[in-house]
C-alpha cells in the first residue's frame, strides 16, 4: 500500500503556494524540487502548517514534494532524563513515518520499472518486524541480500534501481532495528511491579520508564528508585473553566495591577469613593438625580456634544451668526459678511514712493476692488502693481499745492514682472497729474484701462500730427521759411522710430531765421495759478555746428522767433555752445538756470516733459527715447523760476545765429495741461 509521503504535478496557472499533503514532524523533514531544482530554504516561507510560500512559478512547471524523516527523535529519546509520555509519542510516530517512506520507496520501484520486488518487499517486512528479533533480522537481511543478488540477469537499468531499492531498504532496516532497540531498553512495557532489570536483563539505569498496571502510572527509575513520572491534576484548578469549591484566602492587599484584591480591601476601597464624594452626590440615588435619572445619560451626552462644531476645523450649518470687527481689523477673528463687504466697498491703500517704483505691493493683500492712492515725495515711474485678488485697480495721485508731483504709468515697460504691467491699447503713457484718477481692471495677465480712455485723458490741449494738418490756429510765424503738416517725413520709414506724421519747422537760410509753434503772444499763461504739464516728440535731423549754429527750445516759455533768449519759462533746450547734451532750465524775469541733462541730443527721435508743481517753486524734468523707459532727469527750483507776473506761454521755437543753411526740426505731437484757478483762489 502506498503512503504518499512523496507526490508531484504540473503548475496550471502561475502560482506562488505548494500545498504539503502528508503529515511531518520537523519542517525540516519536507524537500520540495521546482522545476528540476531543489528549493533554497531562504525562498521558502510557510504560509500555514500545510501550505508554503514560494516565488512564482510558471504554467508547466513539475513540483515534486517528499517527505524523509530524520530520525532524530528516536536517538534523543534513548538519552538519560528524557523519558515522557511527549517524547515517546513522538519517537513512535517518527518510526511509523520511516516506515511508510521505506514503502513508498518500495512502491515507487514497482510503478516505474515493470517489476514486482517481491523479494525486496518482503525483506523491509522483515525489516520492521525486526523490532521483537535481531536475530530473525539478520535472517531476512541475509534473504534480503540474497533476493537482491538475483536480480544480475536484469537490464543495466534495472540492476541500478534494484541496487538503489535494496540499499533503501537496509537503510529502513536498520534505522528501524536501531530505533526499536533503544526503544525497548528506554521503555520497559507494561508490568505489575517495579523490575529490577531491563528487557535485556541489563542492570537499570536511571531514564527508564514502565506503566504500572496496579495503580495505574507511568513510572520512572531515578538511578536508585522506582517514582511516578508524573503528579496527577485531579487536586489542581485548571487555568480555565474551573470553580473553586471553598473560599480563597489572600495573604494581603495588592501591590501590582494584575494581582488580585481581598474584600476587605475592596470594600475599603469603595467607602473612600463614597467619603471623598460631596454631600449631595455620596449615594447612587443622589448621583442618578444629578444625571436626571437618564438609564441611556452617556448616550445623550454624546449626542448632546455631536450638536457642537469641534474647535479645530469646525463646520458650522444654518446662518451662524458672529460679532463683526472693526473696520480695519488685522486679527485672527471672524469676518462676517458685514464686515467683508465694508472692507470691499471701500478697500484702499496708500503708498509713498520716493523713487520709481516697478512692483509695487500692497493690492495683492487686499480684496478685489482697491483703491491705490499714492502721495510720492518725488515725481517717479511706477511700471507696475502685484494684483494678489484684485481685479478692478483705481490708481489716484493723491498729492496737491507746492508738495504735488507727477506719477507716469509706462506702456509695458520692460521694467516690472510681466503680470504686474499696465498695457494701453494706444500703447501710450498715462500721466497723472495731481488729484487725477485711472482706472484700471485685469484682462489676462495685465492692467488694461477701462473704457475709452486714451493718453489724451491728461491734456487738455494737444496736437498730433498723424491728420496731416497744422495743429494750432495761427500756430506757425517767424522769419524762416515756411513750415507745415509734412506726413511721412523726416524717418518715416523707420520701423523703430515710427513717426506719425509731423510739423516740420524750417529757419531758412538766413543767419538768423528763426521759426516756431504753439500758443505764444505774451500773455497766454500766468505762472503760480496751478500745476501745468508739457509733453512733446521731437527730433532734430541735423545737429548744431559751428558754422551752422542754432537753439531748440520746448516747453512753457515766452521765446518767440523774434526773441534771442527766454525771459520768463521752464524748459528744455538745445544750444551746443552751452552743451551737446538736452538742459533743463527755468528762468525769472530774464535770469536764467540751465542744468544740463544726462541725454546727449542726437538725430532720433526724443520724448521731452515737464511737470511744474502749482506755485511753479518746482519744475520736475522727464525725457524718453523709446516711449516706454521714463527718465527723471532733474528738477528746477529758486530765485530763477518764473513769477505770476511773469507771464509765458508753450511751444517749440528753433532760432538759427550762424550760416545759411536751413536746418529744420520735426514735431511728431505737443500736448499740455495748465490747472490754472477760474476765479479768487
Not at 136 to 149: D, E, G, P, R
Not at 156 to 174: T, Y
Not at 394 to 401: A, D, E, L, P
Not at 629 to 638: E, P, V
Amino acid at each position: 500500500m502506498s503512503y504518499n509521503t512523496r507526490s508531484s504535478y504540473t503548475v496550471g496557472a502561475p502560482s506562488t503556494t505548494i500545498a504539503i499533503p502528508f503529515p511531518y514532524q520537523l519542517k525540516a523533514d519536507v524537500n520540495l524540487v521546482i522545476g528540476g531544482v531543489p528549493l533554497n530554504g531562504a525562498d521558502a516561507v510557510w504560509a500555514d502548517p500545510s501550505t508554503i510560500t514560494v516565488p512564482t512559478m510558471s504554467g508547466g512547471t513539475v513540483v515534486k514534494r517528499q517527505r524523509t524523516t530524520l530520525g532524530t527523535e528516536m536517538r534523543a529519546v534513548l538519552q538519560p532524563g528524557n523519558y515522557n509520555a511527549s517524547s515517546i509519542n513522538s519517537a513512535l510516530t517518527q518510526l511509523l513515518y520511516l516506515q511508510q517512506e521505506g514503502q513508498d520507496r518500495m512502491d515507487i520501484l514497482e510503478d516505474n520499472d515493470g517489476v514486482i520486488l517481491d523479494e525486496l518487499a518482503a525483506s523491509v517486512a522483515a525489516a520492521a518486524a525486526s523490532a521483537s528479533s535481531a536475530n530473525t533480522s539478520k535472517n531476512l537481511a541475509a534473504a534480503s541480500a540474497t533476493a537482491a543478488s538475483g536480480y544480475k540477469d536484469l537490464t543495466a537499468a534495472d540492476a541500478s534501481n534494484s541496487l538503489a531499492a535494496r540499499i533503501a531498504a537496509e537503510a529502513a532496516r536498520d534505522a528501524t532495528l536501531a530505533a526499536y532497540d533503544n526503544f525497548d531498553d528506554r521503555y520497559l512495557g507494561a508490568k505489575a511491579s517495579d523490575p529490577a532489570v531491563d528487557n535485556d536483563g541489563d542492570p537499570l539505569t536511571a531514564g527508564r520508564l514502565y506503566f504500572n498496571t496496579v495503580s495505574a502510572a507511568m513510572m520512572i527509575y531515578t538511578g536508585s528508585a522506582w517514582v511516578a513520572a508524573y503528579v496527577s491534576g485531579t487536586s489542581f484548578l485548571a487555568k480555565a473553566g474551573d470553580a473553586m469549591l471553598g473560599p480563597l484566602t489572600l495573604a494581603g492587599a495588592p501591590t501590582l495591577a494584575l494581582h488580585a484584591a481581598p474584600k476587605n480591601y475592596v470594600d475599603q476601597k469603595i467607602s473612600d469613593v463614597v467619603n471623598s464624594s460631596p454631600a449631595l452626590l455620596d449615594t447612587l440615588s443622589e448621583l442618578a438625580s444629578a444625571i436626571g435619572n437618564d438609564p441611556n445619560f452617556a448616550t445623550t451626552v454624546l449626542n448632546a456634544i455631536a450638536l457642537k462644531a469641534p474647535t479645530n476645523s469646525p463646520t458650522f450649518t444654518g446662518d451662524p451668526k458672529a460679532p463683526t470687527p472693526s473696520p480695519g481689523d488685522r486679527d485672527t477673528s471672524v469676518a462676517t459678511t458685514a464686515y467683508v463687504q465694508e472692507a470691499l466697498a471701500g478697500q484702499e491703500v496708500t503708498a509713498s514712493p520716493s523713487a520709481d517704483t516697478n512692483n509695487l505691493s500692497g493690492v495683492d493683500a487686499l480684496g478685489s476692488e482697491v483703491t491705490l492712492i499714492l502721495t510720492p515725495t518725488a515725481s517717479f515711474n511706477l511700471t507696475g502693481v502685484v494684483p494678489g485678488n484684485c481685479r478692478r485697480l483705481n490708481v489716484i495721485n493723491g498729492t496737491s499745492g507746492a508738495s504735488g508731483r507727477l506719477v507716469v504709468l509706462p506702456h509695458e515697460s520692460g521694467n516690472s514682472t510681466a503680470a504686474n504691467r499696465f498695457s494701453m491699447p494706444d500703447m501710450m503713457p498715462r500721466f497723472l497729474a495731481p488729484g487725477d484718477i485711472f482706472t484700471f481692471v485685469r484682462a489676462g495677465s495685465r492692467w488694461v484701462p477701462t473704457g475709452s480712455a486714451s493718453w489724451t485723458q491728461s491734456f487738455p490741449v494737444w496736437g498730433d500730427m498723424v491728420a496731416n494738418s497744422t495743429p494750432w490756429i495761427g500756430s506757425f510765424s517767424g522769419t524762416g521759411a515756411a513750415g507745415g503738416a509734412a506726413l511721412n517725413s523726416y524717418l518715416a520709414t523707420d520701423t523703430t522710430q515710427k513717426p506719425q506724421g509731423t510739423f516740420k519747422l524750417d529757419t531758412g537760410t538766413t543767419n538768423t531765421g528763426a521759426t516756431h509753434n504753439g500758443l505764444y503772444g505774451g500773455s497766454q499763461l500766468n505762472p503760480a495759478q496751478g500745476p501745468g504739464l508739457v509733453v512733446g516728440r521731437l527730433a532734430v535731423p541735423l545737429l548744431s555746428t559751428v558754422s551752422e549754429e542754432f537753439a531748440l527750445r520746448f516747453g512753457f516759455h515766452d521765446n518767440m522767433a523774434t526773441d534771442s533768449d527766454v525771459t520768463d519759462g521752464v524748459y528744455w533746450e538745445y544750444l551746443r555752445t552751452a552743451s551737446v547734451n538736452w538742459s533743463m532750465n527755468c528762468a525769472g524775469g530774464g535770469t536764467r538756470s540751465k542744468t544740463a541733462s544726462g541725454v546727449a541730443v542726437d538725430t532720433n527721435y526724443v520724448w521731452l516733459g515737464i511737470f511744474v508743481n502749482s506755485d511753479w517753486s518746482r519744475a520736475d524734468f522727464f525725457i524718453s527715447q523709446d516711449g516706454r523707459t521714463w527718465t527723471f532727469a532733474g528738477s528746477q527750483s529758486g530765485a530763477n523760476m518764473p513769477i505770476a507776473s511773469e507771464t509765458t506761454g508753450f511751444g517749440v521755437v528753433l532760432r538759427k545765429s550762424a550760416g545759411t543753411t536751413s536746418r529744420t526740426a520735426e514735431v511728431d505731437l505737443m500736448a499740455y495741461r495748465y490747472d490754472t484757478y477760474r476765479g479768487a483762489a
